[in-house]
Each structure stands twice: as structure tokens, then as C-alpha cells.
């Protein structure tokens, strides 16, 4: 399991850090995990005093061209979304094309993009990263956590 060796992030707001616009866009397939990450997400935005805009995807080959739109108008896009592995190459091609459109995202537009897509070999994996009751991980949290403290790196460098 990931996770071992994680930073952990003080994500309450600077008296005088700038407020940030922060994006969230989430898959819609697995509702059960989305609802955990989207709810981690938000979680960790509200500890950093921010009220992010939610975005819903189809799914997640659709995430990086939602989160391309939304970096030209935010300090900072989360991308949750999850794929289980199948028996199939699909699995392969749109895990590849979600992280490589997330990439280019931040690299373009110099917003980071929280990377909260889960990519399982089965749904017990993807319900072990979903911050739900029982979880041992919360990738949404992470994913947001994350994106916040590099938008804030990213306005002290000016």
C-alpha cells in the first residue's frame, strides 16, 4: 500500500496568504469510490479555507480536457477519477491518456493538478483509497492537500 513515508501537509491559510480558486473534477464512474475521494477533496479544501467549484467528468479519459478548461481559470484543479483494471487493454490506454493529459495540463497552464485517479486491480483496492469508513488510505484528501500546497509554493516564487 502507498502512503508509507507521505508528508504531512499544513493546509490552514497563512493570515496573509492570498485566497486561492481551487477546481475539483471527478469521474463519474464508481460511485461509491467518487463519493469517498470527491468528500476528501472537499475536506481538505475547507481546511485550507476554500470553497472549491466541483466539476463532474464522464469518466476519467474525459478529466484532462475538463481540467484543461479549468486551469486557465483556477490557482489549482484536483483530478479524481478511478479505473479498474479489466481484461482488456482499455485499462492501459486510459490510465495512460488521463495521466499524460494531467501532466501536460499543469506543464501548460503552470497550475499544478492534484492527482487523485486511482488506478486498482479490483474494486477492494479502489475502496481501500477512497477515505470511506473503513479506508486505510483517502486519495481525494491527498490529491486536493497536495494541489493547494504547490498553488501556494508556486505564489511565493512570484
Known sequence: MSGHGSPTLDLAPAADAPA?????VASSWHEQVMDGLIAGAQRACAEAGVEPLL?????SFELPVIADRLAASHDAVVALGVVIRGGTPHFDYVCHAATDG??????EHGVPVGFGLL???DDAQALDRAGLEGSREDKGHEAA?????TARVLAGLG
Open 55 to 59: 466539476v463532474r467528468a464522464p469518466g
Open 102 to 107: 494531467l501532466s501536460r495540463v499543469a506543464l
Open 145 to 149: 492537500a497536495a494541489a493547494i500546497a
Open 119 to 121: 488506478t486498482c486491480d
Open 20 to 24: 486561492l480558486s481551487v477546481a475539483i
